[in-house]
């Protein structure tokens, strides 16, 4: 049973332009929440992260949006680069404890 | 300052062998994860140390895999018997303090195993 899920493998985005990538879960005990992103051959780098006491947090080009009720989250990165392509996970956990539970990924693709 | 390090990089190894995974945590972090990642997968949680003791194996499939931190440092992931099954990605990640969500995670760049 998939807790995390990122329902879109792939998105691509003209350089310049809005890429919005999105994250659903089903557990509601999930009260923090984190984007990792990863390039091929690296490991998963930390983005950006939320706690559920807020709907938004942004940080330079980032910003994850967070809707409860919904059991929604999303980053969106404006303006997009050629360097942003990469795999994106969403990973949420209950903020009692360390364990992180990861979507399957989103791969951007930014277009020169 | 050093990021998380894992050796080797690329492992292939036949079925039924044994082998041992590295990974050297930031220097000063007392948190230690190792999660594996299949082809087409996020991330799956293994086992979690808070210093040199196992605070939670509960990930580990099942008692061919074993991990161990002796000196609260580096850690090595074992596995025996190799099935082709265990082929994956196994990530190591550290954490300054350990035990909540908000103390961030920071991932080395993983060891692909692949079992022929």
């Known amino acids: 049973d998939q807790q995390v899920k990122q329902n879109s493998p792939s998105l691509s985005v003209q350089e310049g332009r809005i890429s919005i990538l999105n994250c659903d879960y089903t557990?509601?005990?999930?009260?923090?929440f984190l984007w990792y992103k990863k390039y091929p051959a690296e490991g998963p780098t930390f983005l950006i992260s939320i706690s559920s006491i807020k709907d938004k947090n942004e940080d330079g080009r980032f910003t994850v949006f967070l809707n409860k009720s919904a059991k929604h989250l999303s980053l969106h990165i404006v303006p997009s680069q050629p360097g942003d392509s990469a795999v994106y996970f969403c990973?949420?956990?209950?903020?009692?404890?360390?364990?992180?539970?990861f979507g399957t990924g989103t791969r951007l693709k930014v277009l020169a | 300052g050093a990021g998380v390090s894992q050796t080797p990089s690329n492992k292939v190894t036949e079925k039924g062998k044994y082998v041992e995974l590295r990974c050297d945590p930031i220097?000063?972090?007392?948190?230690l994860y190792w999660y594996r990642q299949s082809l087409g997968q996020g991330p799956e949680f293994l086992i979690y140390?808070?210093?040199?003791?196992?605070?939670?194996d509960s990930g580990l499939p099942n008692d061919r895999f074993f991990a161990v931190r002796p000196e609260g440092s580096v850690s090595t992931l074992k596995i025996q018997r190799t099935e082709r099954g265990d082929s994956a990605v196994y990530l190591c990640?550290?954490?300054?303090?350990?035990?909540?969500?908000?103390?961030?995670?920071?991932f080395g760049p993983g060891t692909r195993l692949t079992v022929l």
């Open positions: 140390f808070q210093g040199t003791g196992a605070a939670d």
């Open positions: 990973a949420a956990s209950d903020s009692g404890t360390y364990k992180y539970i």
């Open positions: 220097s000063g972090h007392t948190a």
């Open positions: 990640a550290s954490s300054a303090l350990g035990g909540r969500a908000s103390d961030t995670q920071y």
């Open positions: 557990n509601s005990m999930f009260d923090y």
